[in-house]
Antibody
Framework: QVQLVQSGAEVKKPGASVKVSCKAS????????ISWVRQAPGQGLEWMGW????????NYVQKLQGRVTMTTDTSTSTAYMELRSLRSDDTAVYYC???????????WGQGTMVTVSS | EIVLTQSPGTLSLSPGERATLSCRASQSVSGSYLAWYQQKPGQAPRLLIY???SRATGIPDRFSGSGSGTDFTLTISRLEPEDFAVYYCQQYGSSPRTFGQGTKVEIK
């Protein structure tokens, strides 16, 4: 079955970087893109950006430009999201989701909790 | 950026009652590319409705979506115990893909 499996929880200090992975299975990885969505504790969903698994094209939300990098490794069908210069308000659950462009997100990863604390 | 405003913030209802959730967009959502998700504590969101009114695979027919342009509605015809959760709308017709702030449906 189609699924996305994410890496485990992370605890980071302010100013550090985190890299979350999202391993896809059950479909041809390069056929679709991957979006990343985060959710701060008790808050709503925030779309962070998208990467094409076909050619690596990216589209990041403006507020994260310069701090976020999304990449893929087609040899392992894995997408990555790296966030740098972490702040306390980056504490959130980070989700990946299959993004077929002009289609809703029907497959999500299980989420990765990232805690930023000194 | 399209801002989505959901109302009400919280809906207190009893099992068996009808729930009507609203999602209003700051500008027209192109192609009616509007989705609804359900999220329960500790879980990833689950897709309920896409293209404003199409049910996702495996979603019971008590869930229905309607609307176009800037006004969209999710209706749950008769609430089951498992329907008490937070619901989000999302537009995916333009970038950035934005979400509403959510409506919590709680047991009265």
């Amino acid at each position: 079955q189609v699924q996305l499996v994410q890496s485990g929880a992370e605890v980071k200090k302010p100013g550090a970087s985190v890299k979350v992975s999202c391993k896809a299975s059950g479909y041809t990885f390069i056929s679709y893109g991957i979006s990343w969505v985060r959710q701060a504790p008790g808050q709503g969903l925030e779309w962070m950006g998208w990467i094409s698994a076909y050619n690596g094209n990216t589209n990041y939300v403006q507020k994260l430009q310069g701090r976020v990098t999304m990449t893929t490794d087609t040899s392992t069908s894995t997408a990555y999201m790296e966030l740098r210069s972490l702040r306390s308000d980056d504490t959130a659950v980070y989700y990946c989701a299959i993004d077929r462009v002009l289609d809703a997100f029907d497959i999500w990863g299980q989420g990765t909790m990232v805690t930023v604390s000194s | 950026e399209i801002v989505l405003t959901q109302s009400p913030g919280t809906l207190s209802l009893s099992p068996g009652e009808r729930a009507t959730l609203s999602c209003r967009a700051s500008q027209s959502v192109s192609g009616s590319y509007l989705a609804w998700y359900q999220q329960k504590p500790g879980q990833a969101p689950r897709l309920l409705i896409y293209a404003a009114s199409s049910r996702a695979t495996g979603i019971p027919d008590r869930f229905s979506g309607s609307g176009s342009g800037t006004d969209f509605t999710l209706t749950i015809s008769r609430l089951e115990p498992e329907d008490f959760a937070v619901y989000y709308c999302q537009q995916y017709g333009s970038s950035p893909r934005t979400f509403g702030q959510g409506t919590k449906v709680e047991i009265k």
